[in-house]
């Protein structure tokens, strides 16, 4: 495995951070301002590969350590280590790391899934729907009728796995997924090291 790769990923998340901006603007849909509703959720998932970028970035920040004991101290499950809750607004926070965040936090409420009868439907965030249903609906009559064209979960994350594949299929707990990407971060630094 080459650093490169990490590169690579953030390639395809600048990519997808584009159609998603334009599917916004096209769409109106947002998140409610200082909402953190899905990341409070203790069932987030990434593969390692997707962590790369983040993983990194921590590195060269020298703040690796840091937040690998706060995942193992996490048991390496529930609530994402990089998100900090507003402590005075329920369901709302933000992520430390959003530029590095990976494909599941760029993409929720922002994507389609194809339904087991192959219609593609977006994947709306339940907050989306309690705030501003009729956009939502609106959203997904555009989805219907192929005048908007968000970017598909299944279609980004073959993209992103096909970089790396024995790397990019295995989901895990967000925090599992930091710490495996981590000992493949740094077994490379570690072997380049030794090869200097």
């Known amino acids: 495995m080459s650093l490169d790769i990490a590169d690579q990923v953030m390639e395809s998340y600048t990519q997808i951070d584009q159609e998603i901006e334009t599917f916004q603007t096209e769409t109106q849909l947002y998140c409610p301002t200082g909402c953190g509703w899905c990341c409070e959720s203790p069932n987030v998932e990434a593969t390692p590969l997707e962590m790369l970028p983040l993983v990194v ?27 900090k809750p507003d402590p005075f607004v329920g369901g709302n926070g933000r992520c430390q790391v959003y530029h590095s965040r990976p494909t599941i936090c760029r993409l929720f409420g922002f994507a389609t899934v194809n339904s087991k009868s192959g219609q593609v439907q977006l994947a709306a965030c339940v907050r989306h729907k309690a705030a501003m249903p009729h956009i939502v609906a609106q959203t997904q009559a555009a989805i219907d009728e192929k005048t908007v064209h968000p970017p598909n979960f299944a279609d980004i994350s073959q993209q992103i796995a096909s970089l790396e594949p024995g790397f990019g299929h295995q989901r895990l707990p967000i925090n599992e997924a930091l710490k495996v990407a981590v000992e493949k971060v740094g077994l490379y630094l570690q072997m380049l090291g030794q090869n200097e």
Request: charged share 30%.
């Open 57 to 83: 970035e921590l590195f060269q920040r020298g703040e690796i350590q840091e937040w690998l004991k706060l995942a193992e101290e996490s048991d390496y499950q529930g609530q994402c280590i990089f998100y």
